[in-house]
Every structure is written in C-alpha cells, then in structure tokens.
C-alpha cells in the first residue's frame, strides 16, 4: 500500500477521494490503513442507493435506472462525482452485486471499478474494469473488488507517472 502513498506525493502531487457502493468503506479503509494516508487522501463517500448516488455523486437518474446503479458508465460517473465532490485530482469508485439478484438476471457476483483523473484545466480521464467472482460469497466479493479496484488504481498510477 505504500506504493499508493508513493505514487500520490511524487511531483506533481495528487488527491484521492473513493466513492463506495459494492464494497461498503473498504477502500477507503485500505487507504486509511497507510501511514501519512492524510498527505493525499481527502476523503470519500459510501452511496448504497440510487438517490445518494444521484444526489452526492451527480450519477445520471435514468442511465442508472435502468442499470441498477451498476456499470462502466455509472461506475465512471461516480468516480468524476467523488472528484467533484471534494475537490480531488483523482477519483476510485466501485459499484456491482456481492452476490446473484434474480431480478436482475445476475447469476454470480461482480463489479465495476472506475478511476478518473481530472487534470489541471482539462476533461476527466476515465478508466474502468469488471471483475467477476463466481461463487464467492458476498463478503469475499466485497474484499476482492476493493483488492482489484485498489490494484487498479496503482497500476494506472504507475503508466502515468512512467511517462
């Protein structure tokens, strides 16, 4: 984890705010638990429904509707919304099922995980993933997505800062 600390404070430093669904605090815990966290880590918020996604996180109400707040796209919107919302250079977000919805067709938990970057002056920069975790409970789930958005995160933030 203190590649993360590492890769935040090099030149220019950066700021990380999470927005959580799927994973309930995880990531913000993981980035909690490094020492220093408070040098880059601005904060983050849990939104576990629709409306606190819309309202806090400025997730479009029809595009998530209609997806039950899980996708790329909504996962991107979070990540930019918790940018947005404190004012943070980048933005972790995760949202999906820990475990199946017969609802909504789900057979196996998965999930979204979305970075955006908002450069000085400039549009956000947006990258995200599905993970899949096929009988996983929904506590391992949960932990894995936080591990793989958190790998994620790292990995985006060592190809930008090698170039």
């Not at 400025?58 to 209609?66: E, K, S």
């Not at 000085?120 to 990258?127: E, H, I, M, T």
Request: aromatic share 8%.
């Amino acid at each position: 984890m203190n590649d993360l600390k590492d890769l935040m404070l090099r030149k220019p430093r950066l700021t990380l705010a999470v927005a959580e669904s799927l994973t309930c605090g995880r990531l913000q815990a993981r980035v909690g638990m490094i020492s220093g966290a408070s040098e880059f880590f601005l904060g983050g918020i849990t939104a576990y429904t629709l409306e606190q996604k819309v309202r806090h996180l400025r997730v479009d109400r029809r595009r998530a509707a209609a997806a039950n707040s899980v996708s790329a796209e909504v996962a991107a919107e979070m990540a930019e919304g918790v940018c947005a919302l404190f004012g943070a250079d980048v933005g972790l977000a995760t949202t999906g099922y820990a475990e199946p919805s017969a609802e909504w067709a789900v057979d196996q938990p998965f999930a979204w995980w979305a970075v955006a970057y908002r450069p000085a002056g400039g549009a956000p920069v947006n990258r995200s993933g599905k993970v899949e975790w096929p009988r996983a409970s929904r506590t391992e789930a949960q932990e894995r997505t936080a591990d793989a958005a958190m790998d994620a995160l790292i990995a985006w933030l060592e190809a930008i800062r090698a170039k």
